[in-house]
């Protein structure tokens, strides 16, 4: 992967999103919700925040009942999007489809 903390061009974050098909882009973030029960959610918040430990980069997480958002960022970037964003919104598919959550239209 390139260097995680540089902030993407347009047409790299273009080309980037085709790769994770469900996430948006919201400004300098990208964002997707899943559908799950709340005790399921809680569940899926720990597994994503054991990984984003291991990977030095987190989403901002919104818990509500029967649903959760994920919210990527690269703060260290200027709140811009990276590489490190996208590679992290794969992690976190993966992770909510283990988990059996339904992707949701924001």
Known sequence: MA????PLTEDKIDA????????????DEITRTFG?????????????ADVERLVSHHADIDLRWG???FAITTHDA????????FDLAQRIDAIAKAHMAEPLDD
């Open 78 to 85: 200027g709140h811009r999007l990276t590489a490190a964003d």
């Open 16 to 27: 980037a999103l085709r790769e994770v098909p469900g996430w948006r882009r919201e400004g």
């Open 3 to 6: 260097d995680a903390s540089v």
């Open 67 to 69: 649903k959760v958002r």
């Open 36 to 48: 799950i029960r709340y005790h399921g959610g809680v569940a899926l918040i720990v597994h994503v």
